[in-house]
């Protein structure tokens, strides 16, 4: 894994909100004496929500003392799971799985379209603060390959036209239908199921 810094441009505080206060005292309550440093995910993954949809290094010390770790240690946590954003990011993050089932199923071509739509390498936001994007291993629907996670929705049966007209609907604003892009229902095979697909001999 690639070493992950904390960005260099931060905010000078961080604080929770009053809401997010108690949320946090009853994650923390659920360990015993201790043992609070378990919640150190539960905390930084609801700091990093109200935060916008990144970890910065004020947030990292409110959660250091609240859990009595020291900063370093909740610094490797963040910068150990890659599901905590350590800079700023668009208001769509996407990511785009690279695994072995989506680039049998044509991922190359989708990771193409998001570089040609999109103009900004991975890692980076776009200069209307709309995209940011990352490849990523295994998002785990792989029979539904390929596969891209919009903040936290999985759209499913891309290819490049479909993928191109799903970034065109959220540049719009629009809220496109989540889950498979060719309408199969789950993760049933394209032309629909093919067991259980008659009646049962108990129901005889």
Excluded: H
């Amino acid at each position: 894994m690639s070493v992950r810094r904390l960005c260099a441009d931060q905010p000078a505080s961080f604080a929770f909100t009053p809401e997010n206060l108690d949320w946090c005292a009853n994650e923390i309550k659920k360990y015993p004496d201790g043992r609070q440093a378990s919640a150190v995910i539960a905390l930084l993954w609801r700091g990093q929500e109200q935060n916008g949809g990144w970890v910065t290094e004020p947030m990292i010390r409110t959660i250091g003392d609240m859990l009595g770790m020291p900063y370093i240690r909740v610094l490797e946590v963040a910068t150990f799971y890659t599901m905590f954003n350590l800079a700023p990011r668009g208001k769509y993050l996407l990511q785009v799985c690279k695994t072995t089932p989506c680039w049998l199923r044509g991922s190359d071509d989708v990771t193409g379209i998001v570089k040609a739509k999109l103009g900004v390498a991975p890692g980076q936001t776009t200069k209307d603060g709309l995209f940011s994007w990352m490849e990523v291993e295994c998002l785990g629907a792989c029979a539904n390959a390929p596969v891209i996670q919009v903040n936290d929705d999985y759209y499913e049966d891309l290819d490049a036209a479909k993928t191109e007209a799903l970034l065109d609907a959220l540049a719009r604003g629009e809220q496109p239908q989540i889950g498979s892009q060719t309408g199969r229902r789950s993760s049933e095979p394209e032309g629909g199921r093919t067991t259980l697909t008659g009646v049962s001999g108990g129901d005889r």
